[in-house]
């Protein structure tokens, strides 16, 4: 049966997830995850917190993270906390988040490179 894209998935704030989280469509956790998420849209409420690696398009994140974040469109709310190596192509960092780690753009070079004259 292929995954539905459309699928919207909620762990609730009394759930406790241990292993790696892999879904088509969007996930929102109020709960914890001790392991890796991977899904295109992700929402961490206020009270939500994985420790593992988030893979996903789009993400807001309004609890708590420990691991890296790869996310083509990122928001890090006010009540966030994260740590670790965040990528993004497009990033809000909303006053009074604490974020602990690196930022990095991703590149979008489309294969163009800097040519440079030479005198040969």
């Known amino acids: 049966m292929p995954a539905d894209p459309g699928a919207f998935s909620i762990l609730g704030a009394d759930v406790e997830v241990t292993g790696n989280i892999e879904a088509a469509g969007d996930v929102h956790i109020d709960g914890?995850?001790?392991?890796?998420?991977?899904?295109?849209?992700?929402?961490?409420?206020?009270?939500?917190?994985?420790?593992?690696?988030?893979?996903?398009?789009?993400?807001?994140?309004?609890?708590?993270?420990?691991?890296?974040?790869?996310?083509?469109?990122?928001?890090?709310?006010?009540?966030?906390?994260?740590?670790?190596?965040?990528?993004?192509?497009?990033?809000?960092?909303?006053?009074?988040?604490?974020?602990?780690?690196?930022l990095r753009r991703r590149d979008d070079d489309n294969g163009l490179k800097l040519v440079s004259d030479t005198e040969g």
Request: aromatic letters at 2%.
């Open 32 to 102: 914890t995850v001790r392991g890796n998420v991977t899904c295109r849209s992700l929402i961490v409420g206020e009270k939500g917190m994985i420790v593992g690696d988030i893979t996903a398009d789009d993400a807001k994140i309004s609890g708590a993270t420990e691991g890296n974040i790869s996310a083509s469109q990122l928001v890090i709310a006010a009540s966030a906390i994260t740590s670790g190596e965040i990528e993004y192509d497009r990033i809000t960092i909303e006053a009074g988040a604490r974020t602990d780690g690196t």
